[in-house]
């Protein structure tokens, strides 16, 4: 039995398109597509013009892969970075997150991604080959690695340390354990022994 449409064409095409979005479903979009219409003047306008800026400007960073309406970006512009320092991410969402945290203040490099077979990802997807080149390029004296923690993302690691390893350059990775504030007995058993096996000096 096909569902009943309950609303015009554009406002069912405004829902298919919010069910799209990450963490929304069919019914969560019903309910945003409903707010932004009562809203319409102080967030469904705003929203569609911004939107349409987006699409005009916002384009990938040449240099490091990131997302920004000038190329190169903003990061990659600013000479008051660490230019021999490149922290290499699985996407831009990592990289923000690493900026809101303002614990380093160096350069960024985008993969794109993660190696997985069993999708059809291999290295030529991915911006390995850009970061080679940039290591080569010369000037840059550690890569940190801040890829995620999963089957996918420690084999990318790996990859990648593999085709660094004929450069002077020093590879690090981001410590693995504990979490800051978090309880032993809410952690997995695998975080636990990496907490262990990184243990420092108190």
Known sequence: ?????????????????????????????????????KKKDQLLVPLAEAMGVAVDRIGICSICGTVD???????????????????????????????????????????GGTLSPLDGIGPEDLNIAGLIARCEAGGITEVILAINATVEGQ????????????????????????????????LDEGTLAQALKARTRF
């Open 69 to 111: 309406t000038s190329d190169p970006c903003a990061i990659c512009a600013d000479p008051r970075r660490d230019e021999t320092v490149l922290v290499v991410v699985e996407d831009v969402a990592d990289l923000w997150a690493l900026e809101r945290a303002g614990a380093i203040n160096a350069r960024y490099h985008v993969l």
């Open 155 to 186: 084999t990318t690691a790996h990859y990648v340390m593999d085709q660094l390893s004929h450069l002077d350059v020093n590879v690090t990775r981001l410590a693995h354990g504990v979490p800051v504030g978090g309880e032993l007995d809410y």
């Open 1 to 37: 039995m096909s569902q009943k449409k309950v609303a015009g064409p554009e406002i069912e095409r405004l829902i298919q398109l919010l069910a799209k979005l990450p963490g929304l479903g069919p019914r969560s979009a019903r309910r945003a597509a409903l707010h932004l219409i």
